[in-house]
């Protein structure tokens, strides 16, 4: 089955530094793109991030650059998002997901989500 | 960038009936436009791709048009597992944004 897990998710303080991994099994890992969407409590779907099947290409929403950056490691199957200077507006849970088939960024399957808190 | 608008923001339907959500770009995006359900409580599922392109495993029920600027889906029979709420997404190019979202209940 097609899978992916994130994990790394925390109570981190206003100002601090997480790093999100999401490991992925089931397909050939490095012919997908894949993504960050995050969902703060209550509110809709917000893409943030994504990288292309290579790592050669990497996306961010306005929201973000400069203070994430997302990676992967072919190799271990996994993709990364590390997340520097959190704002109190970047609690969500945070899900990872696999791109579409040609490089496209429709996003399926996706985890469960991790949890991110951002708070003194 | 491209803003991705959706109406209604919410409707209230009963059971069998058709069900009609759109979605709006604020610039062409060709049929580069995917569908997603999320369920209470649930992850997001991909229902649709390509604007009208079925995800396999998702029922017949469901089904998407448009291309350009405005898209639609349907629920063409509405059933009590259909509640969530629906949300599109464009991928022509980055950022790949979602709409807000439409909220799906039973009358």
């Known amino acids: 089955d097609v899978q992916v897990v994130e994990s790394g998710g925390d109570l981190v303080q206003p100002g601090g530094s997480l790093k999100l991994s999401c490991a992925a099994s089931g397909f050939t890992f490095s012919n997908y793109a894949m993504t960050w969407v995050r969902q703060a409590p209550g509110k809709g779907l917000e893409w943030i991030s994504g990288?292309?099947?290579?790592?050669?290409?990497?996306y961010y929403a306005d929201s973000v650059k400069g203070r994430f950056t997302i990676s992967r490691d072919n190799s271990q199957s996994t993709v990364y998002l590390q997340m520097n200077n959190l704002r109190a507006d970047d609690t969500a849970v945070y899900y990872c997901?696999?791109?579409?088939?040609?490089?496209?960024?429709?996003?399926?399957?996706w985890g469960q989500g991790t949890p991110v808190t951002v708070s003194s | 960038d491209i803003q991705m608008t959706q109406s209604p923001s919410s409707l209230s339907a009963s059971v069998r009936d058709r069900v009609t959500i759109t979605c709006r770009a604020s610039q062409g995006i060709n049929n580069y436009l995917a569908w997603y359900q999320q369920k209470p409580g649930q992850v997001p599922k991909l229902l649709i791709y390509?604007?009208?392109t079925l995800q396999s495993g998702v029922p017949s029920r469901f089904s998407g048009s448009g291309s350009g600027t405005d898209f639609t889906l349907t629920i063409s029979s509405l059933q009590p597992e259909d509640v969530a709420t629906y949300y599109c997404q464009k991928y022509n190019s980055a950022p790949f944004t979602f709409g807000p979202g439409t909220k799906v209940d039973i009358k």
């Open positions: 990288i292309s099947g290579s790592g050669g290409s990497t």
């Open positions: 997901a696999k791109g579409g088939i040609s490089g496209y960024y429709w996003f399926d399957p």
């Open positions: 390509a604007a009208s």
